[in-house]
């Protein structure tokens, strides 16, 4: 924020099936404003797929491998508040 002050999102994705049976299924970053937060907090889209027993959301990297997501950091593109 420009003066200084905090605000909390938590990052809530959305679930989007890419056939008719639902069976592939990826996922798409979302930061859900906390209590009391008017703004909004924008990321790059993203196709993620989420670990059934763990819970962790991760990305297919250009060599087909799993990667944890991890939005950038202000230095490196940050999310846009």
Known sequence: MPGGEREGFTFQPYQQAYDSFAILVYW????APDTGVFDTLTVQDALLTQDPNTGVYSTITDGGNLASYNPPTRSSGAPTP
């Not at 798409?28 to 930061?31: K, L, R, V, W």
């Open 28 to 31: 798409h970053p979302y930061f």
